[in-house]
């Protein structure tokens, strides 16, 4: 086994983003309903992971919440400003379906920690990999507002903060939530020492984000690369995406540490996605990523948890994933694992294949370190 930190704390799961549908508040013809993102699908998650055993099997960390100077590396003051007297006053939007409530700033600093946290264990020795357990999650949040139910960037603000911490000057990240991660790629838009890879459904959120044509400029150009993957791929997609970009990308980049934005949106159960993976996809994609750091950068992997909706599958997907990363034979059985992977539409389908290869076509424009 290897030694695999899980980075968590029970504050995060007390963020309140309030009773709203996805794409409207409640009133006229809409009902009051639960926030789509709430604390349960990580509570679950954790649950499992104490019910099987895996659990005592990590070594848990605990990071305190963000400092001020570090989130100020990627957002604006004035946006934290207006978070803190929006969390203060109990109530606010901080953006695009990114709601919060009373100590929702406090919280949030809380699950950038976690992230900051991992990474920084990792990068001391602590362990081998790690996990964060973070909410609320963080890749849609901008540099001066949030969207898509995050508030604060967990991952810029953490990568941006190691790379000045630690010895360390090439940071990968890869995407694999099934909506596109804008605030990690305009983070890094312009930067050569990030290389930002998104795997995504196609223009689901944010809406005309993410397509092939945006690479970033200036010195970032090429180092900046999404995978928008039509409705419907399933385990044959991603496993061409990991094979034909995202290996190959890493192998050319050379990073000295690989983020995860782990998000379990796109397995065949989410209300927000529709794409086909099931619990043993993750595990294989992560076996993958655990493999590839091994060989690139000493095993430094970190994943961050993001989106994924479903209380009832993302408990089995998050457990396949850190099984994976720690090399446990502790297992979930999964109900309907075999099931899903038996659906139609799970081989790699000639149009995703089409949209896969001109993906890949585009990784010979990074280059390694000098």
Request: aromatic fraction near 6%.
């Amino acid at each position: 086994m290897r030694r695999t930190a899980f980075a968590f704390h029970e504050h995060c799961l007390w963020h309140d983003s309030g009773p709203c549908s996805v794409f409207a508040e409640p009133g006229g013809h809409v009902q009051p309903a639960g926030a789509a993102e709430h604390p349960e699908t990580k509570r679950r998650l954790r649950n499992l992971l104490a019910v099987t055993g895996l659990l005592d099997e990590l070594i848990p960390v605990q990071g305190a919440p963000a400092e001020e100077e570090d989130l100020l590396r990627f957002h604006t003051r004035d946006y934290l400003a207006r978070l803190a007297a929006m969390s203060e006053q109990g109530f606010g939007d901080a953006g695009e379906y990114a709601p919060l409530r009373k100590d929702s700033y406090i919280i949030a600093k809380r699950s950038t920690g976690q992230a900051i946290a991992a990474m920084d264990a990792v990068l001391r020795g602590d362990c081998d990999n790690a996990y964060a357990l973070c909410r609320p999650p963080g890749h849609h949040a901008e540099r001066d507002r949030g969207r898509g139910f995050c508030l604060l960037g967990n991952i810029p603000v953490a990568v941006m903060t190691m790379m000045q911490q630690h010895d360390i000057s090439r940071v990968a990240v890869l995407d694999w939530d099934v909506h596109h991660g804008n605030g990690t790629q305009q983070a890094f838009w312009e930067r050569d020492d990030v290389l930002a890879i998104s795997l995504h459904h196609d223009s689901n959120f944010p809406v005309g984000s993410g397509g092939l044509e945006e690479r970033g400029e200036g010195a970032g150009f090429g180092y900046n690369l999404n995978v928008p993957l039509p409705a419907g791929s399933g385990i044959g997609a991603y496993q061409a995406c990991l094979d034909r970009v995202v290996a190959p990308a890493l192998e050319r980049f050379k990073p000295e540490m690989i983020v995860v934005a782990c998000g379990y949106d796109a397995s065949a159960m989410d209300p927000l996605g529709c794409m086909l993976l099931n619990s043993t996809a993750y595990g294989h994609m992560t076996a993958q990523l655990v493999a590839i750091a091994d060989r690139l950068c000493q095993g430094r992997l970190v994943m961050v948890h993001e989106g994924g909706y479903s209380e009832g599958y993302v408990p089995f997907c998050g457990h396949a994933t850190i099984q994976a990363l720690s090399g446990s034979t502790t297992t979930a059985n999964d109900p309907a694992n075999d099931e899903i992977a038996q659906w139609g539409g799970q081989e790699l389908q000639p149009h995703q294949a089409e949209l896969i290869g001109r993906a890949a076509d585009l990784v010979g424009d990074i280059c390694g370190p000098d």
